[in-house]
């Protein structure tokens, strides 16, 4: 267990809609990165908040976007659904400000969009 | 463009026998280089390597990174049934630390 909780872990959306994930980032964690992993790909960063703002985004339009709470949870909303959007949704928290960190994972939503 | 290339992209073996992962990678600012092991869901962390030549041992596993020939190995000895999953590379890098990940290994360790 990493302390790193996600929900819902599994969704299933029509194309079109809207979606918000949820991440929990692990006790004493300021840092939440979100990454889209598809089917038998490695993770791809979408962006990574840190102390409330965004701090780094890879190539995801802006369809995709995010907020991090003051206790340092997170979601990811993304609007106007595609079908290659279904994917692993897998949420990391780290510690910034020092030099060298781990990120651990929470277990991931599957979403599935029809 | 940032890059991090892991090979082989699958591998199987047999139980007892040794396995060498290899991830190679091309960043600005490289912070770190750490391994993780993905079986169903979330990718769990193995190891967090900094400085080149330092190896990094646990149990059966262990890893070592040379920033000169920038690449890093994941060896695997005496392998199990349960070592069966895929090994992800992350590189840490440029100042937001965000992480580039390679495709990973798929490794199948068969009875």
């Known amino acids: 267990e990493t302390g790193v909780t996600q929900s819902p872990t599994h969704l299933i959306k029509t194309r079109g809609q809207q979606v918000t994930l949820r991440c929990s980032s692990q006790?004493?964690?300021?840092?939440v990165s979100w990454y889209q992993q598809a089917l038998g790909q490695g993770p791809q960063f979408i962006f990574q908040y840190y102390r409330e703002e965004e701090n780094g985004r890879g190539n995801f339009p802006p369809r995709f976007s995010g907020l991090q709470f003051p206790n340092y949870s997170s979601e990811l909303n993304v609007n106007a659904l595609e079908l290659d959007d279904s994917a692993l949704y897998l949420c990391a928290s780290s510690l910034e400000g020092t030099m060298n960190t781990e990120a651990f994972f929470g277990q991931g939503t599957r979403l599935t969009v029809v | 463009e940032d890059k991090v290339v892991q090979s082989p992209l699958s591998l199987v073996v047999h139980e007892g026998d040794t396995v060498t992962l290899n991830c190679s990678y091309e960043?600005?600012?490289?912070?770190?280089l750490l391994w993780y092991k993905q079986e169903k869901k979330a990718p769990t962390f193995l190891f967090m390597l900094t400085s080149s030549g330092i190896e990094k041992k646990s149990g059966r596993l262990s890893s070592i990174l040379d920033k000169k020939e920038l690449f890093s190995i994941l060896n695997i000895t005496a392998t199990q049934t349960g070592d069966s999953a895929v090994y992800l590379c992350?590189?840490?890098?440029?100042?937001?630390?965000?992480?580039?990940w390679g495709l990973g290994t798929s490794l199948a360790v068969n009875p």
């Open positions: 006790s004493g964690h300021n840092t």
């Open positions: 992350a590189v840490g890098a440029g100042n937001n630390r965000k992480l580039i």
């Open positions: 960043v600005t600012n490289f912070r770190s």
